[in-house]
């Protein structure tokens, strides 16, 4: 399972687009890449998930480069609920998610 | 929109006891997980299972542990003698399944928070 490194915290205001960057150098051919989110006392909630390029659903967008070491995770406009802790995951359909530390974001008023 | 739900949500229990968590997936998913989150501390894998059976286990899941889809609907996880350490939001997720393969989001429940004395 390839490994991932996320920043630990960040920061951000309302309205701001926010993007959070996924390290995983040992990603395999296989693997896929998923974000999830997760609001304090409740279960992690799926944001998106992608191979390659760019992805894009209601509430988010996620940029792989070509290599496909890294990823870009991108909130726009965030309000105050976007608050929580999120998660990016690297592995194929049949890989079992492992969970990283996270990154918390906080959206200050 | 159909949820993952589990009972109880909060259970306190003393040590050397038997639990039971329960959950029940959404109806047409076939792939079912538990997680576990001690406070403050990471999402933790525990075990997959699919077709009656576990796909993978972590090292988390020893023997007290076990899991099993009694009556084709409910979800458990049996936890044999609890120990301190064993204080933790335990998560129950499932997953459909798409042309052979589950598919690309696990739905999470809402977690039964476990408390051993």
């Known amino acids: 399972l390839a490994k991932t490194t996320q920043p630990i915290s960040m920061d951000s205001y309302e309205g701001q687009e926010v993007n959070i960057t996924c390290s995983h150098n040992?990603?395999?051919?296989?693997?896929?890449i998923t974000w999830y989110q997760q609001f304090p006392s409740q279960g992690p909630r799926f944001i998106i998930q992608?191979?390659?390029t760019k992805v894009t659903n209601e509430v988010a967008s996620l940029f792989i480069p070509a290599d496909r070491k890294s990823s870009t995770l991108s909130l726009p406009r965030v309000s105050l609920s976007d608050t929580a802790v999120y998660y990016c995951?690297?592995?194929?359909?049949?890989?079992?998610?492992?969970f990283g530390a996270g990154t918390r974001l906080t959206v200050k008023p | 929109e159909p949820e993952v739900t589990q009972t109880p949500s909060h259970q306190v229990t003393q040590m050397g006891q038997e639990v039971i968590l329960r959950c029940v997936p959404i109806?047409?998913?076939?792939?079912f997980y538990w997680y576990r989150q001690i406070l403050g501390q990471k999402v933790e894998f525990l075990v997959s299972?699919?077709?009656?059976?576990?796909?993978?286990k972590s090292e988390i899941f020893d023997d007290q542990f076990s899991v099993e889809r009694p009556d084709g609907s409910n979800f458990t996880l049996k936890i044999r003698s609890t120990k301190l350490e064993d204080s933790a939001m335990y998560f129950c997720?499932?997953?459909?399944?798409?042309?052979?393969?589950?598919?690309?989001?696990?739905?999470f429940g809402p977690g039964t928070r476990l408390t051993v004395t």
């Open positions: 995951l690297v592995g194929d359909y049949n890989n079992d998610m492992r």
């Open positions: 040992n990603i395999a051919t296989n693997d896929y």
């Open positions: 992608g191979y390659k």
């Open positions: 109806s047409n998913h076939l792939y």
């Open positions: 299972f699919y077709n009656n059976e576990i796909s993978e």
């Open positions: 997720a499932t997953q459909r399944e798409v042309a052979g393969g589950p598919s690309d989001e696990q739905y």
